[in-house]
């Protein structure tokens, strides 16, 4: 198919001891194991971040305190709050 010209196969066997090996990291859709790593935990930080500022903002939406916030330990008293009996319609 290809083969080298005697001054590239030349230039190939002179290679120094002590120059730098180059290598291609291995990639997935354009990332490499390092920045993807560095990539998901940025995401999952937003994420967590985002998750905790909807729970805190709708905590006060009866169906979210009932069904997410009172099923978390030590702080199911603290979400409770109960109707006065002076204040219920019925």
Known sequence: MFT????????????????????IPPKVAGFTLPSAVQ??????????????????????VPRVRRDILQQI??????YDRPIAPEDNPF
């Not at 230039?11 to 180059?22: I, L, R």
């Not at 940025?42 to 006060?60: C, D, H, K, P, R």
């Not at 330990?73 to 603290?78: E, R, V």
């Open 39 to 60: 990539a998901g935990s940025l995401a999952a930080s937003f994420g967590v971040f985002a998750g905790t500022a909807a729970l805190f903002m709708f905590g006060e």
């Open 4 to 23: 080298p010209t005697l001054r590239r196969a030349a230039a190939k066997a002179t290679t120094s001891a002590f120059a730098p090996k180059y290598s």
């Open 73 to 78: 330990p030590g702080l199911d008293t603290y």
